[in-house]
């Protein structure tokens, strides 16, 4: 397996601008997490889904961000509109349920909104 | 509000010499602890992990120690190596009755080993 995928690696865009990252997890695992890295906040967990369902949103700073899965391999995270304070390293993760408690990450999508 | 917290942005340690790293969380109702392990432009890889059932797992030169009371956990690398430097993120897990499978992060430690 080719580990979770993520798109595109680097991400340069006007603020306003909607972004879309990506990202293909391992194939069979149930859980996919997307996570945002900053100096200030570390990882944080923006949003989780559990077969395809959203399972909890809390991490979502606001509206401008939405994140969608409409099948087992494949997730988008969305911003619209974008601004400077979304420039972040964006992770996506996935894991299994019952096995492991660790999650395989990605290897993130560097957004920079200028 | 911070759940899981590493107060220390970094350490500098020789080679050779025992490496602590430090976690402190506030949530009692965590039941896996783990350690990830992220070099720069990479994405976090997995390291070790400690059930809230025990107070130390150990994995060849790394060990976790699970302090429940205090809750408090700490990784030790013994002995380190110039390839050990890398940010090191703890990380909780929240389980809801075996429903949910929730991973919070610390802020992230970045170890410095001197050759």
């Known amino acids: 397996d080719a580990g979770v995928i993520q798109s595109p690696r680097h991400e340069v865009t006007e603020m306003g601008q909607e972004v879309t990252l990506r990202c293909k997890p391992i194939?069979?695992?149930?859980?996919l997490f997307w996570y945002r890295q900053t100096m200030m906040r570390g990882l944080e967990l923006l949003i989780y889904?559990?077969?395809?369902?959203?399972?909890?949103d809390s991490g979502m700073p606001e509206d401008r961000f939405s994140a969608k899965m409409p099948n087992a391999s494949f997730s988008t995270l969305k911003i619209q509109p974008s601004e400077p304070r979304d420039s972040a390293v964006y992770f996506c993760a996935s894991s299994l349920r019952a096995i492991g408690t660790e999650a395989f990450f990605g290897q993130g999508t560097r957004l920079t909104v200028v | 509000d911070q759940q899981v917290k590493q107060n220390s942005p970094s350490l500098s340690v020789q080679e050779g010499r025992i490496s602590i790293l430090n976690c402190d969380y506030t949530n009692s109702m965590f039941d896996y602890f783990l350690w990830y392990k992220k070099y720069p432009a990479e994405g976090p890889t997995f390291l070790i992990s400690?059930?809230?059932?025990?107070d130390k797992n150990e994995d060849g030169r790394f060990t976790v120690f699970l302090n429940k009371s205090a809750k408090h956990l700490s990784l030790h690398i013994v002995p380190s190596q110039p390839g050990d430097s890398a940010v090191y993120f703890c990380?909780?897990?929240?389980?809801?009755?075996?429903?949910?499978?929730?991973?919070?992060f610390g802020t992230g430690t970045l170890l410095a080993v001197q050759p």
């Open positions: 889904f559990n077969n395809n369902v959203p399972i909890d």
């Open positions: 400690i059930s809230s059932i025990k």
């Open positions: 990380a909780a897990r929240l389980l809801y009755g075996g429903a949910t499978n929730k991973l919070i």
């Open positions: 194939s069979g695992h149930d859980y």
